[in-house]
C-alpha cells in the first residue's frame, strides 16, 4: 500500500478512483483519470513548500542507500567492519560496477521495518561506522577506485556509548582524511543530510542533493526547540533554515541537484536510480579530465569556500 502524505490527498483519491474503474473494466475512465491525475501531480509538486519537501526527504518509501545500490551495482560485493570494534550496520559498502566503471560505494542505511530499523540503528552511525567508511575509502584510494557515498541520515547518534568510543573524533578525523583523499570522489544526499553525521562522508570533489532531499546543521525539530522553546514550529524552522536542494544550490553548497522524477523517488525508485547513476557516472568523466593536481586543487577551492562573505 502507497504511503501519501496530508497534502497528497488529491492524488490519493484519484489513485483510488482509478484502481476502481480497473475493477469495473472501465478503460475510458481510466483513461481520462490518469490525465487528471499526471494534471494534479504537477499543480501538486510544482508548489512545494520547504516542510513538504522536508516531509518527501523523510518519506518511509523513499529508496535508502540499498536501494540504490542494488539498483545501481552489478558483479558487486558487500565489505564489512572497521578493523577495530565493529562492524556498524549503519554504514553499508560494496565494490562493483556502475555500467564499465569499477567503483565503491559507501551508504548510510536507515532500515525498514522494526527489527531492520534497530539494527541500522535508524541511519545514525556510531564511531566504527564512521571508521569503517574511512577504512574502505582508503582502500578505494590505494586501487584508484572512484567513490560515490550516499548520505543519509538524521545525524550521527548520540548515545554515551557513542561519546565513549570517540564519537566527534571519528568524524573530525573523517573531515580531515577524506579532504585529501587522493581518488576521485562523488557525495550524494539521499534523502535527509543531518549535521556533522552527514559530513563525515560528505568530503568530496562533488557534492550533489536530489530534488526532494534536505541538508542542515540539526533537525527543524531540533532548531524549534532552541530557538522557541517549542518542537512544533518545525515548519517555520524548515523554511528559515534554508535546507533544501534549491536553497544550498543558490548558496554554493552543493555542485547539483539530481533530477529525481517529479512525484518523487519513493514513487518511481527506478527512475530515481538511473538519474543518480548518470550524474554519477557524468561527474567521473568530467573528473577524469583533469589530472590529480588541478582536482585535488579544486577540492581545495570548493572546500575552502564554504562559509565565504563579503563585507559591503
Not at 518523487?264 to 573528473?287: I, M, Q, T, V
Request: glycine residues 8%.
Amino acid at each position: 500500500m502507497a504511503t501519501y502524505l496530508d497534502f497528497e490527498n488529491g492524488i490519493k483519491q484519484i489513485d483510488e478512483d482509478i484502481s476502481n474503474a480497473k475493477i469495473k473494466g472501465d478503460s475510458h475512465a481510466v483513461e481520462i483519470l490518469e490525465k487528471t491525475l499526471s494534471k494534479e501531480i504537477s499543480k501538486t509538486y510544482k508548489n512545494l513548500s520547504e516542510y513538504q519537501k522536508l516531509q518527501l526527504a523523510r518519506h518511509p518509501d523513499r529508496p535508502y542507500a540499498l536501494d540504490y545500490i542494488r539498483a545501481l551495482l552489478h558483479d558487486s560485493y558487500e565489505i564489512h567492519g572497521d578493523r577495530n570494534f565493529a562492524d556498524d550496520a549503519a554504514i553499508v559498502s560494496y565494490i562493483g560496477y556502475i555500467g564499465e566503471r569499477k567503483v565503491v560505494l559507501i551508504g548510510e542505511q536507515k532500515g525498514r521495518g522494526t527489527k531492520n530499523k534497530i539494527k541500522r540503528n535508524f541511519g545514525m552511525p556510531h564511531p566504527e561506522g564512521y571508521r569503517k567508511a574511512l577504512r574502505i575509502a582508503k582502500m578505494a584510494e590505494k586501487f584508484d577506485l572512484p567513490i560515490l557515498f550516499l548520505i543519509d541520515t538524521p545525524g550521527a547518534y548520540p548515545g554515551i556509548a557513542a561519546e565513549e568510543r570517540g564519537q566527534s573524533e571519528a568524524i573530525a578525523k573523517n573531515l580531515f582524511e577524506l579532504s585529501r583523499l587522493n581518488t576521485k570522489s562523488i557525495s550524494v544526499v539521499i534523502g535527509e543530510g543531518g549535521s556533522g553525521g552527514a559530513l563525515a562522508i560528505g568530503v568530496s570533489d562533488r557534492v550533489a542533493m536530489m530534488r526532494y532531499s534536505v541538508f542542515s546543521v540539526i533537525s527543524p525539530e531540533g532548531c524549534a526547540a532552541i530557538l522557541w522553546n517549542d518542537p512544533s514550529k518545525q515548519e517555520n524552522a524548515t523554511k528559515a533554515m534554508k535546507i533544501t536542494a534549491e536553497d544550498l544550490y543558490q548558496l554554493k553548497l552543493i555542485d547539483a541537484i539530481i533530477d529525481e522524477p517529479l512525484i518523487g523517488a519513493h514513487r518511481d525508485k527506478e527512475s530515481a536510480a538511473k538519474a543518480l547513476g548518470d550524474y554519477f557516472l557524468k561527474s567521473l568523466e568530467e573528473l577524469d579530465q583533469l589530472s590529480n593536481e588541478e582536482r585535488m586543487a579544486k577540492r581545495y577551492e570548493r572546500i575552502i569556500s564554504i562559509g565565504a562573505y563579503e563585507e559591503r
